[in-house]
């Protein structure tokens, strides 16, 4: 009977999970919108200068970026899906992150409104987070719950 309870328990945390980075990655993919489509209320909440190092940033930089959140939406509607392709979704969101962030901490340029605190701490989660859901996967996979 405990056992059983367990694994209600897991499959709830599961499912609470799965959705919630559904939401997440939803939003995600929001903000990427609004910021590719210069959308003036969105973009009102940065410094001029932000909106000026986006504007002169190279078009691969759109690409990558969208690597990563549109393959987080994929890898979370696979993860609710229980598919193992959940795992090279998430694996396509986090080489997305790895060029996006190369671009930022690479350049010569960058706005310091990127470079605060508040910024890296906000870059620091979404590494944690992205290789958190990779690794979250493959256990996944392994363990059976994803097909």
Not at 61 to 78: E, N, Q, R
């Amino acid at each position: 009977m405990m056992d059983k309870r367990r694994r209600s328990a897991a499959g709830r945390a599961y499912w609470f999970m799965a959705v919630l980075l559904l939401a997440w990655s939803t939003f995600a993919c929001l903000a990427w919108g609004l910021t590719v489509t210069r959308e003036d209320a969105w973009l009102s909440q940065v410094s001029p200068e932000v909106v000026d190092w986006l504007d002169g940033l190279p078009t691969w930089s759109i690409l990558s970026s969208a690597l990563c959140t549109w393959s987080g939406l994929a890898g979370a509607l696979l993860l609710l899906a229980r598919s193992r392709r959940a795992v090279p979704a998430f694996a396509a969101s986090l080489l997305g992150l790895m060029l996006t962030q190369a671009l930022q901490f690479g350049a010569d340029d960058v706005p310091p409104g990127l470079a605060s605190p508040r910024v890296l701490a906000f870059d620091l989660a979404v590494w944690a987070l992205v290789l958190g859901l990779l690794w979250h996967a493959i256990q996944r996979k392994r363990g059976g719950v994803l097909r």
